[in-house]
């Protein structure tokens, strides 16, 4: 017996969730988005869900609203050299994705975006480093 829906390709699937993650870093809902493109929010929607393909067009529209050139868009997409090679990132590209969706992501990112000194920058890194590890000796040091 074959499903009656077919699973969203992969690309797609990445492709769409780009656009969520620039959309919300942006704040931008997706109203104002469809109406920038000339398109409802429910076809927004179903572009971020990876439900219906974005054609060529329509992506260079959207990166044209959102900011960002087209290859933002396929960054560590599945099966492509940047996300199948070993040890550049420890997690994998859906998982920072996830998290950068999320309020806390989005609020971090922002906040950390909007620090002009790269010293300071550096700092803040080093300083979320050492609570990842120190989370991590505490927990190990627990059992």
Same mark, same amino acid.
């Given at each position: 017996?074959?499903?009656?829906?077919?699973?969203?390709?992969?690309?797609?699937?990445?492709?769409?969730?780009?656009? *969520?993650?620039?959309?919300?870093?942006?704040?931008?809902?997706?109203?104002?988005?469809?109406?920038?493109?000339?398109?409802?929010?429910?076809?927004? $929607?179903?572009?971020?869900?990876?439900?219906? *393909?974005?054609?060529?067009?329509?992506?260079?529209?959207?990166?044209?609203?959102?900011?960002?050139?087209?290859?933002? /868009?396929?960054?560590?997409?599945?099966?492509?050299?940047?996300?199948?090679?070993?040890?550049?990132?420890?997690?994998?590209?859906?998982?920072?994705?996830?998290?950068?969706?999320?309020?806390?992501?989005?609020?971090?990112? $922002?906040? /950390?975006? *909007?620090?002009?000194?790269?010293?300071? *920058?550096?700092?803040?890194?080093?300083?979320?480093?050492?609570?990842?590890?120190?989370?991590?000796?505490?927990?190990?040091?627990?059992?």
């Amino acid at each position: 017996m074959q499903e009656s829906r077919k699973k969203p390709n992969p690309i797609d699937t990445h492709v769409g969730s780009r656009v *969520r993650l620039r959309r919300t870093m942006l704040g931008m809902s997706q109203e104002k988005l469809g109406e920038a493109l000339g398109i409802t929010f429910q076809q927004v $929607q179903k572009y971020e869900k990876g439900s219906n *393909r974005i054609g060529a067009s329509r992506l260079q529209n959207i990166s044209d609203v959102l900011n960002v050139s087209v290859s933002y /868009f396929f960054e560590d997409a599945p099966g492509t050299a940047a996300s199948a090679a070993p040890g550049l990132n420890e997690q994998s590209p859906d998982y920072v994705v996830d998290f950068l969706s999320t309020t806390e992501g989005i609020q971090l990112n $922002q906040a /950390f975006v *909007r620090i002009a000194d790269p010293k300071v *920058r550096k700092r803040v890194i080093d300083l979320v480093r050492t609570l990842a590890e120190g989370g991590e000796t505490a927990q190990k040091g627990e059992k």
